[in-house]
């Protein structure tokens, strides 16, 4: 549509090429001088696990993001890119994991939004039509130009955004998890249209962490870890073993000092759950499994695969669609439901893996939210009235003895740090004693010390016979801390192992849903 | 003939009762398809009314009024952008804050300015929208039936009847076939969509808010300038709220907001006919039932018992870009 | 996060901004001040003169205080939970008609057991009607803006058919009941004092002050010092918090515009049994939109709403003497400088924060 200086490019040069690519995000250096060469009618794979830094990478890419150090060279030419307008003009474009469309309009309307062609829109909605049914044919997109984004099935969405960064004429394409929202049916038709943008001379940029999706689709793959890139290959001279023990690395030699576990009864026992989200998706299918006292047990997963459904379900937070929770000797199901009040007097507690929007309470002093979720109990009341002074002495104690820094109980819980919020609330969970414990992501943004202090504190609790439940995608985290590994993918558990027996190989294949 | 004389009376006093009403309504429309609830409409309409009830006493010029109106409610406008665009405040409280204030600053500045107890002095026919007649009232005001429609109802309108119910196919044409009204429909829903396609939330929001105080000043003009014939206390008597009820029963569409317009004058029209009026078996009309019948079926309608009123998505947050 | 690098001290998250809103707002009530002639200073003077300079600027200064603590108390304790309540006004007029059934109806009893019942009255009336949009909030999700909008033109218009047609006294034109027996009208502040043998200004103010400041700590206990306020607070701040907590969000919105409507009954006892003694047309005559004001003012803060009502009374009082003492500023400049205070101290609260940051950082890089 719009023609620049940047099209005008270099037949041979590649597509993109990002050079020494540098970003910090405060303490966190998510890219770690990155480099990168995507070929002019590839479609290329960046695979890595959550964090690796393939979304900061593709946002800089796409101009959410400015790097801090690097070159983009797009066609040969170094290009400027300082927000979403000039990566349009070079000819980028970029389909979200979550779609940019307006729900109510339909899709010719969503199409031309921002190229709309003159103040009137009837002057060029008939071009825009015929337009946008060639680039239907041409790539196999079909939509029905009138019909309402909203009352359309995802696939299709998904198709629309793509329709829309053709009709904008992209040149290059990025698709950031493109598949984590589709069926594989859905999946299957993307590939088609990918490769049909390949046959075009188009380029594609495929984000991903699903090495299945990898090997059949694209011609050169590089992977990404902790911020760095650590390999690139072309397709068809990789294997999935390969790419999985790139992704993961060699992770096994972190091992915790810890005694053998020694496992009791059924603390925890979930029987044919599935769980479904506000949008009605289902998201935990058919999973059962138990959790013993003694052992923890860790769920591993790439993140969005129903961990985190299935932690609300049994912590209280979510309805059950169907199966049961057994827990203290009482039975959940969707028939007898329980929030989470019932469940915690049940024996369960619950380190929430969101810790700002559910675990604490950012507006409420320390004190605060040291009683959330026991606020009831009789401990903490004198009458009728709460005990501030009583809830003081309990704070500042937990405080001390899960090195809670500044040990203030009247400071606000968003004046902390992230690891200190995090003590603050396993201290309150930990400390109730429960029979079982749900952690969830325990020490996502927390730094090197507190994550030993917390992995402590877990094992220590594990020793002194409670049953814990561990979701995390930190795999390290899951190595070292878990008794038995349960692998979670697409809302299905899909594997079990063992610690000590568990091949990074193998694991990956797991997560990535390619065993 | 009979049913006549209360007939064109009727549809008369509804056609005036709707203008600022319609005119209120569409100017939350715009602000609120956008993305930027407005409760602030009362207070921006009796701005209007003051501004142009004070300038036209001054001046003589009902023109001058009518665009001293326009100025500054489109300021609140602005304002009102200012707080919810610009530094992200909250929508609501804004709008309280304006009805308040200009509540209150009407009528202080009323009182010193004009020392006639917050009122502005009466104005002359020549400084008010005087009635229009239409061509050959004097011929077709003669056919029995149609002839009293053309006069009174059609015509014997004052000039800004017109424009007012032009205004609705106009907002409806914007919306639904420019870029600038497809633009506010996407930004309303999905500003996020809106920003990733290179275009500015910021700048297409002040568009709007000042749309919505530009006919909201008309609005007002209408109320003091050509209802009535000067500002009194509070004139607009609670019609933002009840344009925001129209708006809620339209569902935020221009045509329907219309016809909840509409529909509301006629209750206010055949109450005022009611007042006093027993009816058989059934005794004396309450009147004030008559006149909530809009409140209610807001009500009934935002708690989705009748259909439901779904506003904006986006309405009411203001646009972080996260990530 | 970008939230630690605008970090403040907490003085001045809590005194000095507002307090700088707070003088926003009077510049902005300054500068109309100006525009009607007069010297903003002067009129400053003669206002807190007229408010506090005489036994009866106080007594009326504290009266007017009286239905702002109410409201305002109303307004924050739905703030608290996370509503807005702008129906204050509709829910303390309705609250009006539960105190003069109980005044009128059961006058036959003694005040001691009238009082207790006009409260409840009150109470009851006002926690109904606002039971309305609290349950549709909760239930329906209808938004309590609107709701609450609506809800009060329905209550202008039922308490005019109700005045008008069924509480008038008869043969009389406008529309207001018959005086209420002497044993059920609240006392006068100075009767009250007069009995003990002080000497007080004759003003409206009565005991419905007192009851006022028994709600302040009866709202200050109940928010921060029960199980049910902390519950109440949590589903304010963070909806999934009260979830993981298994406090049902809402059952705490229905109770918390129950509470708030019941509070707001309060301007019924001040106004209907206190000061005038019968039900008259409109007598809530705005408090409930001041309310809005003072919550915000004071920071939802039981002593924060009594400081700000009292602040407000005070204005209203000076803004009253004023006019006799300037005759081109009306009473009516209070109105403004309400809404002036929303907007400042509400919509635009964060405005100069990121000033106030660079500020003391410069002031503490310069020591």
């Known amino acids: 549509m719009v023609a620049s200086p940047a099209r005008q490019r270099d037949a041979t040069a590649p597509a993109v090429e990002l050079r020494g690519i540098d970003k910090r995000f405060g303490t966190v250096h998510a890219n770690r001088s990155v480099d990168l060469v995507v070929q002019r009618g590839h479609i290329h794979g960046l695979i890595g696990e959550n964090g690796a830094g393939k979304s900061t990478l593709m946002s800089i890419l796409y101009g959410f993001y400015t790097a801090d150090s690097g070159d983009i060279l797009v066609g040969g030419k170094e290009v400027r890119i300082a927000e979403s307008r000039d990566a349009i003009a070079a000819g980028i474009e970029m389909v979200h994991q979550h779609f940019m469309l307006v729900d109510p309009m339909t899709v010719l309307e969503n199409v031309i939004l921002g190229v709309e062609g003159g103040a009137l829109l009837r002057r060029h909605v008939p071009k825009a039509r015929e337009e946008l049914r060639r680039i239907s044919a041409e790539y196999g997109l079909n939509v029905d130009p009138d019909a309402v984004v909203g009352d359309l099935p995802v696939g299709a969405q998904q198709r629309v955004e793509i329709l829309k960064a053709l009709y904008r004429g992209a040149e290059i394409l990025i698709l950031d998890e493109p598949t984590g929202v589709l069926t594989p049916q859905e999946a299957t038709d993307l590939f088609r249209v990918l490769a049909a943008l390949r046959a075009q001379g188009k380029t594609v940029i495929l984000v991903t962490h699903k090495l299945r999706e990898i090997m059949a689709i694209t011609d050169r793959v590089s992977v990404m870890r902790a911020g760095q890139m650590v390999g690139h290959r072309d397709t068809a001279d990789t294997s999935r073993e390969e790419l999985g023990e790139l992704m993961i690395g060699r992770k096994l030699a972190t091992r915790l000092d810890k005694a053998p576990a020694n496992i009791g009864a059924v603390a925890l026992e979930v029987r044919g759950l599935s769980v479904r989200d506000i949008q009605g998706v289902q998201r935990v299918k058919d999973v059962s499994f138990a959790v013993r006292a003694g052992e923890i047990v860790g769920i591993a997963g790439v993140s969005g695969n129903g961990q985190t459904e299935l932690m609300e379900a049994l912590a209280g937070m979510r309805r059950l669609e169907a199966g049961s929770v057994t827990v203290g000797g009482a039975t959940v199901s969707a028939e007898h439901p329980a929030f989470a009040d019932r469940l915690r007097k049940l024996g369960m507690a619950h380190v929430p893996e969101d810790r700002l929007r559910t675990g604490l309470v950012p507006a409420f002093a320390a004190r605060e939210s040291a009683i959330l979720g026991y606020q009831d109990d009789p401990m903490y009341s004198r009458g009728p009235l709460l005990d501030w002074p009583g809830i003081d002495r309990h704070t500042q104690g937990l405080m001390e003895k899960y090195e809670v820094k500044p040990p203030i109980s009247r400071l606000r819980g968003a004046l902390f740090s992230g690891g200190n919020q995090q003590k603050l609330i396993m201290a309150r969970e930990m400390e109730r004693d429960p029979t079982v414990l749900l952690v969830g992501q325990p020490t996502r943004g927390v730094d090197i010390g507190g994550i030993d202090f917390i992995h402590r504190r877990l094992i220590a609790m594990r020793d002194r016979g409670k049953a814990i439940l561990l979701v995390s995608v930190e795999l390290d985290e899951i190595l070292r801390l878990s008794d038995r590994i349960l692998v979670m993918f697409d809302g299905r558990l899909v594997g079990e192992l063992l610690p000590e027996n568990a091949d990074e190989r193998q694991l990956g294949l797991l997560m990535a849903g390619a065993a | ?323 | 996060m970008s939230g630690t690098a605008l970090r403040l001290p907490w003085w001045a998250d809590y005194i000095l901004l507002p307090l700088l809103n707070l003088l926003l707002a009077l510049l902005a009530a300054g500068l109309v001040v100006v525009a009607t002639g007069e010297n903003p200073l002067d009129a400053v003077v003669t206002m807190v003169n007229g408010a506090f300079g005489s036994g009866e600027g106080i007594g009326y200064t504290l009266y007017y205080a009286t239905d702002m603590i109410y409201t305002g108390l109303a307004v924050a304790v739905a703030f608290h939970c996370g509503l807005f309540n702008i129906g204050a006004e509709g829910q303390a007029y309705i609250a009006g008609l539960g105190v003069a059934l109980v005044c009128l109806y059961l006058d036959f009893l003694p005040f001691w057991l009238v009082l207790p019942l006009a409260i409840a009255g009150a109470a009851l009336f006002g926690a109904g009607y606002a039971a309305i949009p609290g349950w549709l909030q909760a239930k329906r999700g209808s938004h309590i803006v609107i709701t609450t909008i609506m809800t009060n033109f329905i209550a202008y218009a039922a308490m005019e058919y109700i005045l008008v047609n069924v509480l008038i006294k008869p043969g009389q034109m406008s529309p207001e009941t018959r005086y209420f027996a002497p044993n059920a009208v609240l006392p006068k502040m100075d009767a009250m004092f007069a009995a003990i043998g002080v000497d007080i200004a004759a003003t409206p103010l009565n005991l419905a002050f007192v009851v006022a400041l028994l709600c302040i700590a009866l709202v200050w206990v109940l928010i921060w010092h029960t199980r049910w306020g902390y519950s109440l607070r949590v589903v304010g701040a963070s909806p999934r918090a009260a979830v993981y907590a298994g406090i049902a969000p809402a059952g705490r919105v229905i109770q918390a515009m129950l509470l708030s409507g019941a509070l707001a009954g309060g301007v019924a006892l001040n106004e209907v049994m206190g000061a005038q003694g019968k039900l008259l047309i409109n007598f809530p005559s705005g408090y409930g939109f001041t309310g809005i004001a003072v919550a915000l003012m004071g920071r939802n803060h039981p002593l924060g709403v009594l400081i700000a009502a009292i602040l407000f009374g005070a204005l209203y009082q000076g803004g009253a003497e004023l006019t006799f003492d300037m005759p081109a500023i009306s009473p009516y400049l209070v109105v403004a400088l309400q809404g002036l205070v929303i907007l400042f101290t509400g919509g635009l609260a964060t405005m100069l924060r990121p000033a106030l940051v660079r500020a003391l950082r410069i002031g503490a890089g310069a020591r």
């Open chain 2, 1 to 323: 003939m009979e049913q006549l004389d209360q007939i064109v009376p009727l549809l008369a006093a509804t056609i005036r009762v709707a203008v600022p009403l319609i005119l209120a309504g569409i100017a939350g429309l715009f602000s609120e398809r956008s993305g930027v609830v407005d409760v602030g409409l009362e207070g921006k309409m009796l701005a209007g009314a003051f501004a142009a009830a004070a300038v036209a006493s001054i001046t003589g010029s009902v023109w001058l009024g009518l665009l001293a109106a326009i100025g500054v409610a489109g300021v609140l406008g602005i304002l009102h952008g200012f707080v919810c665009i610009t530094q992200r405040g909250d929508q609501v409280v804004s709008g309280v804050a304006v009805n308040i204030l200009i509540s209150g600053l009407t009528m202080t500045l009323g009182l010193a300015w004009f020392e006639q107890g917050g009122q502005t002095p009466p104005l002359p026919a020549s400084a008010r929208f005087g009635v229009v007649v239409l061509p050959f009232s004097e011929t077709i005001g003669q056919i029995p039936g149609i002839g009293r429609f053309y006069t009174e109802v059609l015509g014997g309108q004052n000039i800004l009847v017109y424009p007012t119910f032009a205004l609705v196919p106009l907002a409806w044409w914007v919306l639904g076939s420019t870029r600038f009204g497809l633009r506010i429909r996407a930004v309303g829903e999905s500003p996020a969509a809106v920003d990733t396609a290179g275009i500015s939330v910021v700048r297409l929001r002040y568009a709007a808010v000042l749309i919505a105080g530009a006919l909201c000043g008309v609005a007002g003009a209408y109320i003091s300038t050509a209802q009535g014939a000067g500002f009194v206390r509070d004139m607009t008597g609670g019609r933002g709220f009840l344009a925001l009820a129209a708006l809620v029963l339209g569902k935020w569409r221009p045509w329907p907001t219309l016809f909840g317009c509409l529909l509301f004058a006629a209750l206010d029209a055949v109450a005022i006919r009611l007042q006093g009026v027993v009816l058989p078996g059934i005794g004396a009309v309450p009147v004030e039932f008559v006149q909530t019948i809009p409140y209610i079926m807001t009500i009934i309608l935002l708690a989705g018992f009748v259909g439901r009123a779904i506003p904006p998505k986006a309405s009411g947050l203001p646009y972080v870009k996260d990530r």
